[in-house]
């Protein structure tokens, strides 16, 4: 393999989202060296860090039917049962719920926890408080997502969070998605919530890191007995 090579398979590919705000920062960051040189600097730097929030990186996904991965890349925030949105129909009794927070050094590119066809998309406005918090889940702007898969229906929600102005869908109704399949977007710091089918057990720890299409969150078919897991 040529030394050019190995340098290209490097380089992190930028999602197209990206581009008209990787731009916003290079203009502004000319004209502020052209202001002040300090201020330049700074402008170079949060360009910089914006070609890097918008990364979307290859993924090697494991295809085993009945196996859920994250669909964020980010920290396992809350693992719990939970009453999904209304607006997803998945009823008003609460369900295993998995979120993943994206700070805004996370690659913020979504990927399809399964394969399956989406059979609802939804979209509510909201407000931009920390989606960390637990009341994020009611409040924030979010989009819904429910993916009817051979092991039953998987919720997937987009949330909004303090900085972020706007979630990004790729994908329409009707549609049939596979696996670890880019889905969506959020700028600029998020959550994204699974809602899972009864019966499941979770194999990821609140805490953990989880990567995008490739850390398994649960596995539905599984009869494995429910892991502890231990800081350190």
């Known amino acids: ?76 925030s809350s693992i719990g049962f939970f009453v999904p949105p209304p607006e997803l129909g998945l009823g008003d009794r609460p369900l295993q719920r998995v979120s993943v927070f994206m700070s805004v050094f996370d690659c913020h590119v979504n990927r399809a926890p399964a394969s399956g066809r989406i059979t609802k998309i939804t979209y509510r406005p909201g407000t931009f408080v920390n989606a960390d918090l637990d009341k994020a889940s009611e409040d924030n702007e979010r989009s819904g997502m429910i993916l009817d898969t051979t092991s039953g229906r998987i919720g997937v929600v987009q949330i909004a969070g303090l900085l972020a102005r706007r979630i990004v869908c790729f994908v329409r109704e009707g549609e049939t998605i596979g696996v670890g399949d880019r889905f969506g977007l959020i700028r600029f710091g998020s959550r994204v919530d699974v809602f899972l089918p009864d019966g499941v057990r979770v194999l990821v720890g609140q805490g953990s ?24």
């Open 1 to 76: 393999m040529s030394i050019l090579s190995s340098i290209r398979r490097q380089i992190v590919p930028v999602h197209p989202e990206g581009y008209v705000f990787i731009a916003a920062f290079a203009v502004a960051t000319l004209v502020l060296q052209w202001l002040w040189s300090p201020l330049g600097w700074i402008g170079g730097i949060l360009t910089v860090w914006c070609v890097y929030f918008f990364r979307d990186p290859a993924r090697i996904t494991p295809m085993r039917d009945g196996l859920v991965v994250s669909p964020a890349d980010g920290i396992i």
């Open 209 to 232: 890191k989880a990567i995008a299409g490739e850390t398994v969150l649960a596995d539905i078919r599984a009869s494995e007995p429910a892991r502890s897991f231990k800081a350190g």
